[in-house]
């Protein structure tokens, strides 16, 4: 019982400083790579949420990206998010960059909000940059989630020409139906699985099918979580299109 208050009260707590914190614009971004396998040429990058809190400490999604989606102030820190990385795209392709996708990470909540896609066209609209400078990664279970609104959401990210990834595949799914029924851009195969690719074995096989289904269905394939010149190595092997992890680069301020 104490431990149930105790957890209470920190819930509460937290709850108040991230309401402060949107207020106050407390988050930051920070920017990983995704690389050609072939290549090393730049795919995109993928925008990656830190909290820097009034006494310095930055503190990652982890540790409060669950309490924000549960208590719905996530929608405000997403909208905040997609702000900041149109913004950063703005003086990326000022500074003469030819564009890339930056990819930011969006709840089943957010995504499933009403106004969702009118938040995206703001993004892009204030920071006055062409959709290609946009991909948003969603979980499986907001691509299970085949009702007519949801689907209707994909397709209308999909005409304002914003690229839209699987992120973590290979972990959670009971169906691929959703894989013909929604647009999609991109793969991401998740860590679990990359990180054993060196190995015979089931998670090797896994990601190779992964791989060629992706490769069928002409996605964008990307190993997240490359953290070895071995994994890489692997990776290459196989026709999967890009990789994303700190082998390359760790996420990294604008
Ligand atoms: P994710 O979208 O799957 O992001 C990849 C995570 O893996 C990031 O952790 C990244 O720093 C980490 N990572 C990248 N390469 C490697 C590697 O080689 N090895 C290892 N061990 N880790 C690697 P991070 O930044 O702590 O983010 C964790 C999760 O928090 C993200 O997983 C995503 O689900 C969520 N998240 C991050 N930013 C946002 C956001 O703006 N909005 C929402 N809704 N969720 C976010
Ligand atoms: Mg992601
Ligand atoms: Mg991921």
């Known amino acids: ?7 209470a009260r920190h819930e ?6 991230l309401r402060l914190a949107v207020v106050r614009e407390e988050f930051e971004l920070r920017f990983q790579p995704q690389i050609d396998s072939r290549n090393g ?5 993928e925008a990656l949420v830190r909290w820097r809190r009034p006494d310095g400490r930055l503190v990652m999604p982890s540790e ?3 309490h924000a989606e549960k208590t719905g102030i996530i929608n ?3 909208e905040h998010v997609l702000k900041v990385a149109c913004q950063e795209a703005r003086r990326w392709r000022d500074a003469g960059m030819q564009p890339f996708p930056i990819a ?3 709840s089943p909540r957010q995504f499933s909000t009403n106004n969702f896609v009118r938040v995206i ?3 892009l609209a204030s920071a006055a940059i062409d959709s290609e400078w946009l991909e948003l990664e969603v979980t499986e279970n907001v691509a299970l989630d085949t009702s007519a609104h949801m689907i209707e959401t994909f397709e209308r990210v999909k005409s304002l020409g914003v690229g839209i990834a699987i992120d973590d595949f290979g972990t959670g799914f009971a169906s691929l139906a959703y894989l013909r029924k929604i647009p999609l851009r991109k793969l991401k195969i998740d860590r679990s699985l990359v990180s054993n690719i060196t190995k015979p074995g089931p998670d090797k096989a896994i990601t190779e099918a992964i791989i060629s289904l992706g490769e069928s269905l002409k996605f964008i394939s990307i190993a997240e979580g490359v953290e070895t010149d071995r994994q890489a190595d692997a990776i290459r092997l196989t026709a999967c299109s890009g990789m994303q992890g700190f082998l390359f680069s760790h996420p ?3």
């Open 1 to 7: 019982n104490e431990v149930m208050d105790a957890r």
């Open 12 to 17: 509460r707590i937290l709850e108040t400083d």
């Open 41 to 45: 040429a730049l795919l995109g990058a």
């Open 64 to 66: 409060f990206v669950w």
């Open 76 to 78: 405000d820190i997403g």
């Open 104 to 106: 930011v990470n969006v």
């Open 121 to 123: 066209e703001n993004a």
């Open 252 to 254: 990294l301020s604008a």
